[in-house]
């Protein structure tokens, strides 16, 4: 903490994964003597630079660009870039600490890294989002390459801006490097099923984790936080297993609808319109909104899926959620719920399955992409569905195992720390202290 002064996002994160390690580090005394752990936490470069862009008055604007390069391990760097005013050092670096873990629980050869800035795309028009997205690369492009270090999407950071930074990439290199990044739209190297893979990789986690301890979703009431990507296309699978989502939210309030989430309405606001959630009791009047966003946790559900963004559940939103008898948190969000309320949960016999494990089916879709890019072939939905599909199953299943190896049975949270974990310090060992 020392180190990294006021990073509280990357010390929360961190700490929950050396908490996890404690028997891993205990059973390898050689990671010691390499000292391991202190070169894990310590990304490998990050850069931080200047974006200066001139808005439709003619002003000129300046906001801050990172990337964190965090580990090149087992593959090169890759993780999202996130557009959002919150943004800072210590949100960027534990998002790619946590993409470390997360990439090598995907099975692919993927490393761990990060970027975005505190620009806000809330309110702008398409040509200040290009321009900004233009201002943006032509400083990123020197340190990324599909061999290199490959970014994709996050919170404000979707098709649109991934085409804007895809076309001034190649305008500045002055070639065609499709696997630079993912996310990419479908007329130029994008994979189908990529736009849903977050979202239906959750719910195929949560189905095997449901699964193992003889529930699943046929008929449960389901409350999901977020209107974005992931929160989408988790709404859409949940449905289509059977249960009934009765809530969802922005960053400005809440909808409640006992009937069930029209998700063609929510599409249409979100997607199409790029408007507020609260448009949606407009189209079905029997449906409320609440101001605030802290609410949606005292609705009754037997699964929660904060999909929306970090620390979204507390201890507080977490007492609330063991009252009403939930049974099950899928964590769409990276690390939506504070450490507080995963204990709190685990020690409630409320089964969790962490981000690391259940939002890795974006990262590794966006792998199939990069595959798919350099065969220079697609596959077909169906294809690359499926391939999601195994993923998510085969996360499930190293999680499992890790934790009970461990003498943690049914802490996924645990488990997909130490199985992600271990791939990633026997590549480290092998390279040496570098
Ligand atoms: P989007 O930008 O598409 O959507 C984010 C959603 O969350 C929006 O509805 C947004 O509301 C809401 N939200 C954002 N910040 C806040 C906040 N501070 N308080 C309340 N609501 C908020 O992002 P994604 O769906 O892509 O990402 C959501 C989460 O999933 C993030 O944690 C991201 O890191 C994680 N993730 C995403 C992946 C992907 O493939 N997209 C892959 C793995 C993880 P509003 O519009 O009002 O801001």
Redesign the pocket.
């Known amino acids: 903490k020392k180190r990294n002064p006021g990073e509280v996002e990357f010390h929360q994160a961190v700490e929950e994964v050396l908490h996890s390690l404690e028997p891993v580090i205990e059973k390898h005394p050689e990671y010691a003597k390499v000292g391991l752990i202190e070169r894990f936490v310590e990304p490998e470069r990050v850069v931080m630079f200047r974006v200066p862009w001139v808005d439709d008055s003619g002003k000129v604007q300046v906001n801050r660009g990172f990337r964190v390069q965090f580990n090149s391990a087992i593959g090169p760097y890759k993780g999202?870039l996130?557009f959002?005013p919150?943004v800072y050092l210590g949100i960027i670096k534990f998002?790619g600490f946590e993409q470390i873990l997360k990439n090598s629980l995907t099975g692919l050869p993927i490393g761990g890294g990060k970027g975005g800035s505190d620009f806000d795309p809330?309110g702008k028009s398409d040509e200040e989002v290009m321009r900004f997205c233009q201002s943006f690369m032509t400083e990123l492009y020197r340190h990324i390459g599909q061999d290199l270090d490959v970014p994709a999407?996050?919170?404000?950071v979707?098709a649109r801006e991934i085409g804007y930074l895809f076309g001034q990439y190649k305008r500045i290199k002055n070639q065609y490097e499709a696997g630079v990044l993912t996310g990419k739209g479908l007329t130029y190297g994008g994979s189908l099923a990529r736009k849903e893979?977050?979202g239906f990789g959750l719910i195929y986690f949560v189905r095997e984790m449901l699964a193992a301890h003889g529930m699943d979703f046929k008929d449960k009431t389901v409350v999901i936080?977020?209107?974005?990507?992931?929160?989408i296309y988790a709404c859409q699978k949940v449905q289509e297993y059977g249960a009934k989502v009765i809530a969802m939210?922005?960053?400005?309030g809440y909808i409640v609808d006992e009937e069930g989430i029209k998700l063609d309405t929510i599409k249409q606001i979100?997607e199409v319109e790029r408007k507020r959630i609260k448009e949606y009791v407009k189209y079905h009047p029997n449906a409320q909104y609440f101001e605030g966003?802290q609410g949606i946790w005292s609705l009754k559900c037997d699964i929660a899926l904060p999909?929306?963004?970090?620390n979204?559940i507390n201890l507080e939103s977490a007492k609330k959620l063991v009252e009403t008898g939930v049974k099950a948190i899928g964590e769409?969000?990276?690390m939506?719920c504070t450490n507080e309320a995963i204990e709190y949960f685990l020690k409630n016999n409320v089964l969790v399955a962490p981000?690391k494990a259940a939002?890795a089916g974006?990262?590794a879709t966006s792998a199939l992409e990069m595959s798919q890019n350099s065969m220079r072939l697609s596959w077909t939905f169906e294809e690359v569905n499926q391939k999601l599909d195994e993923i998510m199953v085969n996360i499930f299943k190293s999680s499992q195992a890790a934790a009970k190896e461990y003498g943690m049975e049914g802490n996924y949270v645990a488990g997909a720390n130490i199985a992600g974990f271990l791939k990633v310090a026997d590549a480290m060992m092998a390279h040496g202290i570098v």
């Open positions: 999202g996130r959002h919150s998002l809330k999407g996050d919170i404000g979707g893979a977050t936080s977020g209107a974005g990507n992931v929160a939210c922005d960053s400005s979100k966003q999909c929306a963004t970090q979204d769409g969000a990276n939506p981000a939002n974006g990262v």
